[in-house]
């Protein structure tokens, strides 16, 4: 045995000045852990995914550090890296607050220069235990006696020392460049029965110009946010008193929804998808029945009526399979495609709700596929191709990644190895490129998601795919074979934008607000530039209205300037300016929100042209 830095040292000298952790058996280790070599050691270098997670929860440490110098009697909880960067929570006698953060970040570097080692050592629980104890560490303590290990790691860097499972970086001086970015209130282990505790977020690279680059893209993603945008634009709103993660969607933001909607149902139908629709409560027994309440009960809202258990439906299946089954079907049937924007509710803690992108209620652009076992390759090849056409026409691109069986899960062995051979078939087919996610699946099937990438390069989970042998056994669902015989048909699970709101959250973020034309709720805003226009802008309005346009008009006695900049405010993508020209020649001017003017055109011309681009992906 030797340390991992020694042996890397043998083999590469300048690559283990590098690294700044290793990789022994698969698992990332401190540089100066005793490893066998056999393990088959590599080190982690920066630029890698792990280097940073390592780097950024190392940074954590030297933030606890940090806090409990400049503030006594501060007691530290826990502080992992997360996507991006990291966290500590921290109790405190008050919550910290962003004035708080220069003075910790000044603290910061200073350790940082110090280039103070992060040193390991096991000990017995009970001595842990005792130290912590005697610290008033409670929530170390707490975390000690949830352990079942006889012994416990501890990392100190110069004099903090906490409870950590590593890994670490060698020393502080690793550090790059850091940032703190914000404070929130959390609660402990994320359970609102326990102390709310005070939580500061960072973040830390390698290399300050990832650093500069990170924050502007942070920067970029605020100005983007799509609660603010939604209230600036007029879409949508939230009212603790109605109910959290519930939304209200006001005119703009309906139309939108309208417009999106009313996209899918026609895309659905070209593809040879019907319309159907269930109802928002079904009896508890059908819940058991499809295994819902043994699996998903703790995200289900249940009511009661005349004595009996409902169940709010988290997810549409259900009243498919009953259409299925409310005839006999035959092999020549099938497959048979049930398409429903069905509204959907699942319980989701307070602390994790965001804006439109997670909710309590939402409308799934789901449809059930039920097909023959010899059908469902070319079914999961359709639905990739109507992915690939649809997300072609927003504008997105998209990877994809297979989920495979979680710990909680029905079906057999067999039917679980038949779905995911399903998927993985058809993704090799595709010939597109996929990663795996090992136990992400439904507890009914495993999945193919589909995550989006918006302007700023972030993702977002989108479509899914989902293949099912269980639900059509537990349904006894079934259609009769050439030979006459009783068979059971597959059932496919799938939703295109997946959530309606979750995608307008980020179609909103990844336009900035400013839709292209065909999903724009106010496409041209008419202007008059003194009330001798009035007839005109009145005229011009009725016609665009009649050519299926959706415009306003602005005839208020207002400056042209005020009323330009109100329209630009609401980005709409055209706005007439009509003044005594205008009337004398009957053409309209239409100015662009980029700010450009078009040439004066007859209405008929301007017309035809916004028609064009407002159909789906033209402009
Ligand atoms: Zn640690
Ligand atoms: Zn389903």
């Not at 017995?124 to 000690?144: C, D, S």
């Not at 079942?148 to 020392?161: L, N």
């Not at 979750?502 to 973020?509: A, D, K, N």
Request: charged share 30%; proline share 5%; with cysteine.
């Amino acid at each position: 045995m030797a340390s991992a830095v020694e042996i890397l040292a043998q083999a590469d000298p300048k690559g283990a000045k590098r690294a700044v952790a290793a990789k022994a058996g698969g698992k990332i280790v401190d540089l100066s852990a005793e490893v066998d070599p056999k393990d088959g050691l590599e080190p982690v270098l920066p630029g890698s995914p792990e280097a940073l997670d390592v780097l950024r929860h190392s940074t954590a440490h030297i933030m606890a550090e940090a806090v409990r110098e400049l503030f006594p009697g501060v007691k530290v909880a826990i502080g992992p890296s997360i996507e991006n960067g990291f966290y500590y929570d921290f109790d405190y006698e008050r919550s910290f607050t962003p004035e708080d953060l220069p003075a910790i970040e000044e603290k910061m570097a200073q350790i940082v220069k110090d280039n103070l080692p992060f040193a390991c050592r096991r000990e017995p629980k009970a001595t842990a235990r005792e130290y912590f104890g005697e610290h008033g560490e409670i929530y170390k303590v707490e975390l000690i006696d949830a352990l079942d290990d006889d012994e416990v790691s501890i990392y100190q860097q110069g004099g903090f020392v906490d409870l950590c499972r590593g890994p670490h970086l060698p020393a502080t001086g690793k550090v790059g460049a850091f940032k703190l970015l914000s404070v929130a209130g959390a609660y402990w282990r994320g359970d609102e029965k326990n102390r709310m505790l005070s939580r500061i977020y960072g973040t830390a690279f390698f290399d300050r110009k990832e650093l500069k680059r990170h924050l502007q893209l942070l920067e970029e993603a605020k100005k983007r946010d799509h609660r603010k945008l939604g209230r600036e634009l007029e879409l949508f709103s939230f009212h603790e008193e109605l109910g959290a993660g519930m939304v209200v969607w006001h005119p703009r933001g309906a139309l939108l929804r309208y417009l999106i909607e009313e996209f899918e149902r026609q895309e659905h139908l070209k593809r040879g998808y019907h319309l159907v629709g269930g109802p928002q409560i079904l009896r508890r027994e059908m819940w058991e029945r499809s295994g819902h309440f043994d699996h998903y009960r703790e995200n289900m809202y249940f009511t009661e009526v005349e004595g009996n258990a409902y169940g709010i439906k988290p997810m549409n299946c259900l009243a498919h399979m009953l259409i299925y089954k409310s005839k006999l079907r035959s092999y020549r049937d099938l497959p048979l495609r049930y398409f429903e924007l069905g509204l959907v509710h699942r319980h989701e803690k307070s602390g994790v709700l965001h804006g439109l992108t997670r909710v309590r209620a939402f409308t799934q652009d789901d449809a059930h596929i039920l097909c023959r076992p010899d059908q469902v390759g070319d079914e999961i090849l359709g639905v990739m191709q109507f992915v690939t056409d649809v997300m072609g026409i927003f504008g997105f691109d998209y990877h994809l990644e297979l989920s495979t069986r979680p710990e909680k899960s029905i079906g057999t062995d067999e039917d679980w190895e038949r779905a995911t051979e399903a998927l993985t078939a058809s993704l090799e087919i595709s010939g597109r490129e996929y990663d795996i996610n090992e136990g992400d699946g439904a507890f009914y099937g495993p999945k193919i998601d589909v995550k989006i990438k918006d302007a700023l390069g972030r993702e977002w989970q989108c479509a899914t795919i989902q293949c099912d042998f269980t639900l059509p056994e537990r349904f006894d669902l079934t259609y009769v074979s050439p030979e006459g015989n009783q068979e059971r048909p597959v059932m496919l699970h799938r939703v295109i934008l997946g959530s309606i709101e979750r995608f307008i959250g980020v179609l909103i973020e990844h336009f900035a607000g400013a839709f292209p034309v065909w999903l724009a709720p106010e496409q041209v805003r008419v202007l008059t530039v003194t009330e001798r226009a009035d007839e005109w802008a009145g005229e011009v309005h009725a016609l665009l209205r009649a050519a299926g346009i959706r415009a306003d008009a602005d005839l208020r006695n207002e400056k042209l300037g005020a009323k330009i900049r109100e329209a630009q405010l609401m980005k709409v993508p055209y706005m007439l300016i009509l003044g005594d020209k205008e009337v004398e020649d009957r053409v309209v001017t239409a100015r662009l929100r980029s700010g450009k003017n078009l040439e004066p055109m007859k209405v008929d011309d301007f017309a035809a042209q916004v028609a064009s681009e407002s159909q789906p992906g033209r402009g």
